[in-house]
């Protein structure tokens, strides 16, 4: 009876009240951060895998040219620096020595969020800084999985057939080799969209970001069980939507996978 209760208050979105927001819902709570780690860290994940796959396959099509001997070991090795230093270093350089960014905060401090351009202009401005410091750190990840399996790619029979047929360069690199070869990295992208909503905890807590890494850090430290008990929920959900939506992306890709036995 109990546990048909929770699941009850589960799928209402009831569960408790927060212990850091008192006497605010849990779930009034996560709505309110969430849009922030979802404009934050969502658009900055999509675009360093965006960037990342490309500069892999042509630093894969270009092998031993110039692009592939710079761009893979140099991310490769930005990449290595925890993200939270690299946002402490960019705030140290940019906010306070040459002031070209906020220190922190998603908005200037007393401004009401609403539907303006001010503020919209003041949310995109706030979030360059850590924006920039999620894309060159994660980049580099992207980059050599994309290049390493499409170097892979390459030595197919079919790639051949494709440059024997004369097909352009471009097709060939998009169509033929750079559709299979990025099978296997749609996955790990959907991995990594299904922990966005946990937010990149350390930088949002480095630039003060109000989104949902920072509120599970205020949670842990002040002991809010309720709160932590519902971050942890969506994050579940989300991964496993995740991993479910790059299964039919696949089968999409892939006319393997739809084939029977």
Sequence with gaps: MQYAQYLNNVFHGRFGI?????????????????????????????????????????????????????????????????YFWLG??????????????????????GVTPQLTWSFVGQLLYHAVLPSLTIIITSIGGWILTM??????????????????????????????????????????FAMSLGFVLSGALLTEYVFTYPGVGDLLYQAVVNEDYPLMQAIFLLITVAVLVAVLLSDLVNALLDPRTRERA
Excluded at 88 to 108: C, E, K, N, Q
């Design 18 to 82: 927060s212990l850091t927001d008192y006497p605010i819902q849990v779930s009034q709570v996560v709505l309110n951060a969430l849009p922030y780690t979802l404009g934050l860290i969502g658009i900055t994940t999509i675009i360093s895998f965006i960037l990342g796959t490309l500069a892999g396959m042509i630093s894969a099509w270009k092998r031993g040219g110039i692009v592939d001997a710079l761009l893979p070991p140099v991310f490769v090795v930005i990449s290595a620096f925890p």
């Design 88 to 109: 402490l270093l960019g705030i140290y350089v940019f906010s306070v020595i040459l002031g070209w960014f906020p220190v922190g905060f998603a908005v200037d401090i």
């Design 147 to 188: 290049r390493n399996n499409m170097i892979t790619t390459l030595s197919e029979d079919y790639v051949r057939m494709a440059r024997a047929k004369g097909l352009s360069s471009m097709r060939i690199m998009i169509l033929y080799a750079g559709r299979n070869a990025i099978l296997p990295n749609v996955t790990g």
